[in-house]
Nanobody
Framework: QVQLVESGGGLVQPGGALRPSCAAS???????MGWYRQAPGEQRELVAF???????AYADSGKGRFAITRDNTKNTMYLQMNSLKPEDTAVYYC?????????????????WGQGTQVTVSS
């Protein structure tokens, strides 16, 4: 059973930094993972993604400021967020994907954590 638990959110002033983490159990090192966020009244959006090979991708909003990493020995994923802005305020969610292919059938499973609040305010 897959379980994702985020921690490390909080209140920070504009220009500050946070490093939320996602402790994962029941996932494989080959499962791609990512961070999403959802601000009040907005849809959930992808922030950063990391695949099993360590390749990463970022939404334009976080390029140059955010860095996603994962430590497979600790089953933990991180999101280093620097130069935070008020518009980064949101609940940040950890996501893991598992794709199962059986013959011609491809099934994608998505797993989510409960989220951690990040608030950027002076």
């Amino acid at each position: 059973q897959v379980q994702l638990v985020e921690s490390g959110g909080g209140l920070v002033q504009p220009g500050g930094a946070l490093r939320p983490s996602c402790a994962a159990s029941g996932i494989n090192s080959t499962d791609p993972m990512g961070w999403y966020r959802q601000a009040p009244g907005e849809q959930r959006e992808l922030v950063a993604f990391i695949n099993s090979g360590g390749s990463t991708a970022y939404a334009d909003s976080g390029k140059g400021r955010f860095a996603i990493t994962r430590d497979n020995t600790k089953n933990t994923m991180y999101l280093q967020m620097n130069s935070l802005k008020p518009e980064d305020t949101a609940v940040y969610y950890c996501n893991a994907q598992r794709i199962v292919v059986m013959g011609l059938k491809r099934t994608e499973y998505n797993y989510w954590g409960q989220g951690t609040q990040v608030t950027v305010s002076s």
